[in-house]
C-alpha cells in the first residue's frame, strides 16, 4: 500500500524562504537542535501545502505556526521533546510543564533529602577553565570604592562557554543589567540555592526543573564584568558559602 | 462524541506499526498519512507526536536518517528491530484489548433463567 509523498513539491519553498523560516523559528526560542530539523521540516510542509492553494508566503507562514498553537504552542513542543530524550528526569521535569515554579520548588523541598540537592560539581567542564580570578571572600572595591566582600567564585571562561547545574533544581532566569547581569538563579532545596552570573544566554526556561549536570546557559559579560567569565554563587539559608566547598577542582 | 481521549494512549501503538509496516516515514508524512487512512477521524497533533518520536529514539525503538529535501533537512524515522518487535506486542495487546472491550460491551445473550 503506497500513498503518494505527500510534500507538496508543486509549490517547494525557495532556499530564502526556508532561511526565513529557520532564522524565525529560532528568533521564537527554538534553539533545541535535535528538534529543530523536524519542526523546520513540519511548518515548511505546512507552509508548501497552503502555498500550493495559492495563499501569499507570509500567511501561509503565519497559518503554519497557529497549526502548532503559535510560538507558544511551539515551545511547549520543544519542552516536551527535551523531556521525552531525558526518561531519567521524567517526574521531576513533568511537574514543569504544569508551567507553575510553585509547584515544581514545592516538589523539590518535599521529595528530596537536603544532601542529594546540594551543589557537589563544578558548573563548568574543566577543560574550559582559564583560571580562577577571584576567590570567595576575597576582598575588593567597587568603582565607587565601597569595600566588599565576593559572595562567590568567578571562573574565566571562554565567552560561550556551557554552563551546567551543579545540582538538580528549578530555574528562575533574571536581568540585572547593573549587577549580576543575565543570571541563574537556580532552586535545589529548602537549604540551598546556586546562581550563575553574567551570562550571554539563557538554555533553559523560567519554572523549568533541570537535573544535575544540565546545560542550563552560557558564559558571557553581561552587567557589571569586565571580561567574559563566570560568576557563580552557592547559598545556604539565603547566605553565601565558599563555593569551593562544593566541588573537586585539583 | 469527543474521542480524543479515546485515542490518546494509542498514539505510540500507531506511530510504532505505521513505521513498522511503510518501512520510513516523516512526521508530517506521518500526520497526513494517519488523517488520510481515517478520514479525519484520527489527527496526531504535532505537539504530541515529536516528543513521542524522541521519546521513542531514546528509548532505541526507532531509528533517524536525514536528508536533504526543498532546502532543509528532513527526519525520516524508522523502527529498530526492538522497535518491530514492541510494535508487534502493542498491536497484539491492543488486540486483546478491543475483544475485551467487545465482550463486555456487546448486547448480552438472553440470560436462559430469567425466562
Do not use: W
Not at chain 1, 22 to 35: F, H, M, N, S, T
Not at chain 1, 94 to 121: C, E, G, H, I, K
Not at chain 1, 207 to 230: E, F, K, M, W
Not at chain 2, 90 to 113: C, D, G, H, K, Y
Amino acid at each position: 500500500m503506497h500513498t503518494p509523498d505527500p510534500s507538496p513539491s508543486s509549490a517547494p519553498l525557495t532556499d530564502a524562504q526556508v532561511a526565513h523560516i529557520v532564522a524565525d523559528l529560532k528568533r521564537r526560542g527554538l534553539l533545541y537542535v535535535p528538534l529543530l530539523d523536524d519542526l523546520v521540516d513540519h511548518v515548511c510542509c505546512l507552509t508548501e501545502a497552503r502555498l500550493a492553494d495559492g495563499d501569499p508566503f507570509e500567511d501561509a507562514y503565519a497559518a503554519a505556526l497557529a497549526d502548532f498553537g503559535g510560538p507558544r504552542g511551539l515551545r511547549r513542543v520543544q519542552r516536551r521533546a527535551r523531556s521525552a530524550a531525558a526518561p531519567h528526569t521524567t517526574l521531576l521535569r513533568r511537574m514543569t510543564y504544569a508551567s507553575s515554579a510553585f509547584v515544581a520548588v514545592l516538589f523539590v523541598a518535599l521529595s528530596f533529602n537536603a544532601s542529594a540537592q546540594q551543589p557537589s560539581v563544578l558548573p563548568i567542564a574543566k577543560e574550559h577553565l582559564v583560571r580562577v580570578s577571584a576567590e570567595f571572600g576575597q576582598h575588593g572595591k567597587t568603582e565607587r570604592g565601597t569595600h566588599v566582600t565576593h559572595r562567590g567564585v568567578d571562573f574565566v571562561v571562554p565567552e560561550g562557554t556551557p554552563i551546567y547545574a551543579t545540582a538538580p533544581g528549578v530555574v528562575e532566569l533574571r536581568d540585572q543589567p547593573d549587577s549580576y547581569g543575565l543570571n541563574i538563579v537556580l532552586t535545589h532545596s529548602e537549604t540551598y540555592t546556586s546562581r550563575y552570573s553574567h551570562l550571554s544566554r539563557f538554555a533553559v526556561e523560567d519554572g523549568q526543573a533541570v537535573a544535575q549536570g544540565d546545560l542550563i546557559g552560557y558564559a558571557g559579560n553581561t552587567g557589571r564584568s569586565t571580561g567574559p567569565h563566570l560568576h557563580y554563587e552557592v547559598l545556604r539559608d539565603g547566605e553565601p558559602v565558599d563555593p569551593s566547598a562544593y566541588y573537586e577542582l585539583d | 462524541m469527543d474521542t480524543t481521549q479515546l485515542f490518546r494512549g494509542t498514539l505510540q501503538t500507531v506511530v510504532l506499526r505505521l513505521l513498522a509496516e511503510r518501512g520510513r516515514m516523516y512526521g508530517y508524512e506521518l500526520t497526513q498519512h494517519v488523517r488520510d487512512r481515517t478520514d479525519g477521524a484520527l489527527t496526531i497533533s504535532e505537539g504530541a507526536l515529536y516528543p513521542l518520536l524522541h521519546k521513542l529514539v531514546a528509548a532505541g525503538l526507532l531509528d533517524v536518517e536525514t536528508a536533504r529535501v526543498n532546502g532543509r533537512q528532513r527526519k525520516y524515522y524508522h523502527v529498530t528491530a526492538e522497535g518491530r518487535a514492541s510494535a508487534a506486542e502493542q498491536v497484539r495487546a491492543f488486540e486483546a484489548f478491543v475483544e475485551t472491550m467487545r465482550a463486555v460491551l456487546a448486547p448480552a445473550p438472553p440470560n436462559p433463567s430469567a425466562a
